[in-house]
């Protein structure tokens, strides 16, 4: 079992910048692919990237690349996503996702595990 905990959305004026935290518990953390995905208001969920357990291979959206960039800390099971030059179309609730796998996984269905979310908003 995979509990995961995010952390760091809020408020931000366009072109500003977020990093949103996720905390995993138990010990697959190293051999699980994890990745973020978003929930704009009144839309469907939608990818935002992936990261490979050894951190080694990222993946964004398209529209995302450039501004956001995933990363991992194994000795922290922490998985981190740096998001730059916001924009108010970038306003969701963001949520990690956690597989047992080693390949990159671009659907939601591919993920096992899933934290609540954090709220993201952009506004000026």
């Known amino acids: 079992q995979v509990q995961l905990v995010e952390s760091g959305g809020g408020l931000v004026q366009p072109g500003g910048s977020l990093r949103l935290s996720c905390v995993a518990s138990g010990r697959t953390f190293t051999t699980s692919t994890m990745g973020w995905f978003r929930q704009p208001p009144g839309k469907e969920r939608e990818f935002v990237g992936t990261?490979?357990?050894?951190?080694?291979?990222?993946n964004n959206a398209d529209s995302m690349k450039g501004r956001f960039t995933i990363s991992r800390d194994n000795a922290e099971n922490t998985v981190y996503l740096q998001m730059n030059s916001l924009k108010p179309e970038d306003t969701a609730v963001y949520f990690c996702?956690?597989?047992?796998?080693?390949?990159?996984?671009?659907?939601?269905?591919?993920?096992?595990?899933w934290g609540q979310g954090t709220q993201v908003t952009v506004s000026s």
């Open positions: 996702a956690a597989a047992l796998s080693r390949r990159l996984l671009v659907r939601s269905s591919d993920y096992t595990y």
């Open positions: 990261i490979t357990s050894s951190g080694s291979i990222t």
